[in-house]
């Protein structure tokens, strides 16, 4: 097998040639500072703003309730930072199968003393609990955060955005929603979703990295979480990474129109896999909630633990096979998955993530189930 099969599309996705076009000019002839007033300057100041134009009516918000960051990470942290310090949250309520972006973040004020930290309860299938979240909002008092993924980045599941939104209204509380798997995934409507904040990350949906989204919703007034310039509307000092904001309108209006036919093949890939694992592979479950409500992208299997399963993920990449364990925002470090902590606790048992993308095929499902067969 030579050809590399890439199944971790929920870590990073390959660029799509068309996203890479549209960036080209800004990062040869178009080079001017957004920030300089004469004609090359103007000239990427207008492509920064096109580019928010375009985010926002896919989105469905107001040009100025979007920002461009770094990436999620950045974003997660301005939304928490803010909620905390600006709008004076002295409660944050999370889950403990957040991103590592939300959950050291809140750990972080926890630990400074600046904000009491609970967490809400998870169903047997990982789903969050809504109706503890409900108990908690109740019995809570003071200015409360709620930081909720929109869906799981390494079993796949999705949290219903609306519901969550709604009782975070009913009681007053700020909410911040994690939609790093979902832009650009998932039709999003803003006007209709209750909720302070959104994030998103470019290379999640085929554009660049290094840059990322945070919508702020217009009722919100923060101050800015990095200073020393007027970028971004007084919110993000630093010269703008413009070929990179570029990219992600570019790639956001791709998804955008080909959804119905991307997330339909891809829905199929990951079913077939389910299917194919469940004959072939014996002993193996799916973790969360992968026939219900659950990422068309992303399929967490657990495998019996065996001599040569233990080093599953060694061996699918010496077979030039991309998958990983769990979170890969913390693969090569040793400590296990936090997720997979919660949901499955289950020591017998390795637990691979594989996640998909357009540009996958039946094809190399096959490739890779044979593999599995081999190595358990």
């Not at 549209?22 to 580019?51: D, H």
């Not at 949290?159 to 007053?172: E, P, V």
Request: hydrophobic fraction near 35%.
């Amino acid at each position: 097998m030579t050809e590399r099969i890439y199944f971790d599309n929920a870590a990073t996705t390959k660029m799509e040639p068309a996203v890479l076009e549209a960036m080209l000019p800004y990062m040869t002839e178009k080079f001017g500072n957004p920030s300089s007033i004469y004609s090359y300057g103007r000239e990427s100041r207008l492509a920064i703003e096109l580019a928010r134009k375009s985010v926002a009516k896919i989105l469905n918000a107001h040009p100025a309730e979007i920002f461009f960051t770094s990436g999620g990470t950045e974003s997660t942290n301005t939304a928490v930072f803010s909620a905390v310090r600006d709008l004076g949250c002295r409660n944050i309520i999370t889950s403990p199968i957040e991103h590592h972006a939300t959950l050291h973040t809140v750990e972080y004020f926890r630990n400074r003393g600046e904000a009491a930290l609970q967490y809400v309860n998870l169903l047997a299938d990982g789903h969050v609990d809504l109706s503890h979240l409900e108990e908690l909002l109740k019995n809570t008092e003071g200015k409360i955060l709620v930081t909720l993924m929109h869906a799981n980045n390494e079993i796949g599941n999705i949290t219903d955005l609306h519901a969550a939104g709604l009782l975070c209204k009913k009681y007053n509380a700020i909410f911040h929603s994690d939609t790093v798997q979902t832009v650009g995934h998932f039709p999003i409507n803003l006007r209709d979703t209750p909720v302070h904040f959104i994030t998103g990350a470019a290379h999640k949906f085929h554009g660049p990295k290094g840059v990322g989204l945070l919508y702020i919703n217009e009722n919100v007034k923060i101050h800015p979480f990095i200073h020393g310039g007027s970028q971004e509307r007084n919110m993000r000092a630093g010269t703008e990474n413009l070929y990179g904001i570029v990219g992600f309108a570019k790639a956001l209006e791709l998804a955008t129109i080909n959804f119905e036919k991307d997330s339909n093949h891809i829905k199929g890939i990951k079913k077939y896999m389910m299917e194919q694992i469940r004959r072939n592979v014996k002993g193996s479950c799916f973790n969360g909630d992968p026939e219900g409500s659950s990422l068309y992208t992303v399929l967490s299997v657990s495998f019996p633990k065996t001599e040569k399963s233990e080093m599953m993920l060694f061996n699918l990449d010496i077979n030039n096979i991309c998958a990983s364990g769990g979170s890969a925002c913390t693969s090569g470090t040793d400590q296990g998955s936090h997720v997979i902590r919660a949901v499955n606790n289950n020591p017998n048992q390795v637990t691979v993530r594989f996640s998909f993308c357009k540009n996958n095929t039946k094809e190399e499902v096959d490739q890779v189930v044979a593999k599995l067969q081999e190595l358990i």
